[in-house]
Each structure stands twice: as C-alpha cells, then as structure tokens.
C-alpha cells in the first residue's frame, strides 16, 4: 500500500507564501508523475500541478507563475505556492499516478487569510 503524507499546510496572510511537501513510501520514479491537486469548501477536487517521471512540469492555468512543483531525491515532491490570495485556500492533496488509477495522501489544509 502506497503512503503519501503531505505537510506544510497552515493560515497564511495575503502575499505570502507556503511550501507543502509531499513524502512518498514507495519511489516517485514507480509512478508515471506525481501530482497537486485541491479542492475547496463546496466545491471539486482540481488539478494544481503535476510532474513526469521525466521531469516535465504542468500547471493549471490559474497558478502559472506562482506555484512551482518539484520534487527531491526518490521519495520527495513539493510545491511552493507564492503570492498566495485567499482564493488559494483549500485542502491539498499530493497524488501518486499510474495507468490503473492515483494514490492519494491525507490532505493539507491552507488557508489564506488576513
């Protein structure tokens, strides 16, 4: 069973920034990428950003520019969140992808609030 624990979460002001990460019990390099997503209070899970095992990156449209994803060593992914607004505020999730479906973590809260 894959396990994947993200962190980082918590209450940030308006222009500030966070970093979550995400550790993997198994290598990221088993996976066909790694990815981000969120989900806010009434509404659906979305894409926030992915990564190949090849490195390639993809953003939503709506965080180009001001959130990074990346990832370090065999069981690392993070993602760092800039200039954060509180439309940014939702539950995290790190997300581990194959062909037959994604393992999910647990989730990390941000929120954004002055």
């Known amino acids: 069973q894959v396990q994947l624990v993200e962190s980082g979460g918590g209450l940030v002001q308006p222009g500030g920034s966070l970093r979550l990460s995400c550790a993997t019990s198994?290598?990221?390099?088993?996976?066909?990428?790694m990815g981000w997503y969120r989900q806010a209070s009434g509404k659906q899970r979305e894409l926030v950003a992915t990564?190949?095992?090849?490195?390639?990156t993809n953003y939503a449209d709506s965080v180009k520019g001001r959130f990074t994803i990346s990832r370090e060593g065999a069981n690392m992914v993070y993602l760092k969140m800039n200039n954060l607004e509180p439309e940014h505020t939702a539950v995290y999730y790190c997300?581990?992808?194959?062909?037959?479906?994604?393992?999910w973590g647990q989730g990390a809260q941000v929120a954004v609030s002055s």
């Open positions: 198994e290598s990221i390099f088993n996976f066909n990428a």
């Open positions: 990564i190949t095992v090849g490195g390639s």
């Open positions: 997300s581990a992808h194959l062909m037959t479906g994604n393992y």
